[in-house]
């Protein structure tokens, strides 16, 4: 099945009738990005950086962030590597600092709340990634956003570090400016942050777990509370129409993306970018290549109408 699938490399992803997907893949480390370009992957959607810091015994200088940034823009040879800010806080707690204790951390001081909080983390990193910038296609991506004011303090500290480039003569090169979508409040507030941005994408991961209040990691909640719902799939398509009317490209690279049988639902609901797990994309890229674009719509025509999630998981999983 493998070679199968390794046959498929090299061609376009794309429907039987020729209808464009964006397929990428998620990372957490340059090994993971060297593989992406082995199985014919054309850019990294997500690259979780905090998993750089995972088993650290020290905050890695921006130096070293920089070169590794540099090594996998090499590896990808011009095609995009998304750079998602530390995500810290709740289920992922630094190594070397005291744990903080707090009664919720997944409502705590997590994702860009924590690297707000914590410039001398955070700077380095942008750092980092604006010098990158320079050796390829770089785009900075900001975990658990809710509303504009983030948006702008963000802006703000990354105006600070160019400065403080500019002053030190080093150079930094453009990069494009996104969020990830992973609240119900950035959902309701993406009018007034799309004008701001390059790109969103959508978490699914967080943001099933935030709008039906059920911890994602709690494994007895999620027969009750699964990923695909119909909660969850009106609030993507709400946010693809959106991110469409304002012209600013919308990717999901949540784990429902790297689930094969959900995948033609999305791309049917106009998503045509899609960052997906290593091990699946082969699979996936087979999935959306064997079939019609207009059948996918169809498809995500009849699921926005289910009501209740068991029929609607069986109109999806259980399809041939
Ligand atoms: C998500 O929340 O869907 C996501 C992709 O980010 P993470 O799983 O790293 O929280
Ligand atoms: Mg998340």
Not at 264 to 272: A, I, K, Y
Request: net charge negative.
């Amino acid at each position: 099945k493998i070679n199968a699938l390794l046959s498929i490399k090299n061609q376009t992803t794309q429907t039987v009738d020729g209808h464009p997907v964006s397929l990428w893949v998620n990372v957490t480390g340059l090994n993971d990005v060297i593989r992406s370009t082995e199985i014919g992957s054309l850019g990294v959607g997500l690259f979780r950086t905090e998993f750089m810091l995972m088993h650290a015994t020290e905050y890695p200088c921006e130096q070293k962030q920089y070169q590794t940034f540099c090594d996998a823009l090499h590896s990808l040879n011009g095609m995009p590597l998304t750079i998602r800010t530390l995500d810290l806080g709740a289920d992922k707690p630094l190594p070397f600092e005291r744990k903080v204790q707090e009664d919720n951390p997944a409502l705590g001081i997590r994702g860009c709340r924590y690297s707000l909080a914590h410039p001398q983390y955070f700077k380095p990193q942008l750092k980092a990634a604006m010098r990158a910038a320079n050796h390829g296609h770089v785009r900075l991506m900001f975990p658990m956003i809710n509303q504009i004011e983030e948006i702008e303090e963000i802006k703000a500290v990354i105006e600070e570090c160019k400065q403080e480039l500019v002053n030190n003569d080093i150079g930094y090169g453009d990069f494009e400016f996104g969020i990830m979508i992973e609240t119900p409040a950035a959902v309701f507030n993406l009018t007034s942050m799309l004008p701001e941005l390059d790109f969103i994408s959508i978490g699914t991961n967080d943001l099933t777990q935030y709008s039906m209040a059920a911890d994602r990691s709690n494994t007895k909640l999620a027969r009750v509370f699964p990923s695909l719902s119909p909660a969850i799939l009106k609030t993507i398509d709400l946010i693809v129409i959106q991110a469409k009317q304002f012209d600013v490209s919308v990717s999901l690279c949540g784990e429902l993306a790297s689930v094969p049988k959900v995948v033609p639902l999305l791309v049917g609901l106009g998503l045509s970018e899609l960052s997906v797990d290593l091990n699946k994309f082969l699979e996936i890229k087979s999935i959306i290549c064997s079939g019609d674009y207009n059948q996918f719509q169809e498809l995500a025509e009849k699921a926005l109408k289910q009501t209740k999630i068991q029929p609607l998981q069986q109109l999806i999983y259980t399809r041939i």
